[in-house]
């Protein structure tokens, strides 16, 4: 873990011991923007992002009694505070959060049996997330689904770079298994 990551873990660690609102607000700065970015790749509007971003900031303030620096570092806890709310306004169809895309429904629709499989392959991908740690959980997902480079992943989180790739790597060896296992358990 790098120097600054510590120094991160530390002011968390005043949060929830002392309610230090100093502490906080480094937090807050260096972190609210970095969210926003996050939650922005994910595909929310800027007034969106901005929203949760400011929501995801407040629980950290909440339940930085929860944090755990034996478990994750202060960014992998805070990102994946970010990434759940963004879950959570998905789940409760929260339309406002994510633009629609001007070209959608123009291209050509796909046959039922293409969508019956592409659902099926998402379900089974989603199914095989859920068994990784939150750690591997979320660098896979800011690798894949965000197209972050590991180099931009380790930056963003405050991990080193070959930290990021072990857990990318042993996330993707679990959910190959995983997704093997359930294939062969459906044939």
């Known amino acids: 873990m790098t120097s600054s990551a510590r120094a991160y873990d530390g002011l968390l660690s005043r949060v929830a011991q002392t309610r230090d609102r100093a502490a906080f607000a480094e937090l807050f700065e260096h972190y609210a923007p970095r969210v926003k970015t996050l939650l922005m790749r994910s595909g929310s509007t800027p007034s969106a992002a901005e929203e949760l971003a400011q929501e995801a900031m407040l629980l950290v303030w909440r339940k930085a009694h929860m944090f755990d620096p034996a478990r994750a570092s202060a960014a992998a806890w805070i990102f994946t505070i970010a990434r759940n709310l963004r879950i959570d306004n998905l789940r409760r169809g929260s339309s406002t959060l994510y ?6 429904g123009m291209e050509e629709p796909q046959q039922p049996d293409a969508i019956l499989c592409g659902a099926e392959d998402a379900q089974r991908i989603r199914a095989a997330m859920r068994t990784l740690n939150p750690e591997q959980a979320l660098a896979i997902e800011m690798a894949f689904f965000q197209e972050q480079t590991h180099a931009q ?5 405050g991990v080193p770079l070959g930290t990021i790739k072990a857990r990318i790597r042993f996330g ?6 995983f997704i093997e296992r359930d294939a062969g358990a459906s044939a």
């Open 172 to 177: 993707m060896m679990k959910l190959r298994a």
């Open 99 to 104: 633009e629609l895309d001007p070209t959608f």
């Open 153 to 157: 992943i380790s930056q963003t989180l």
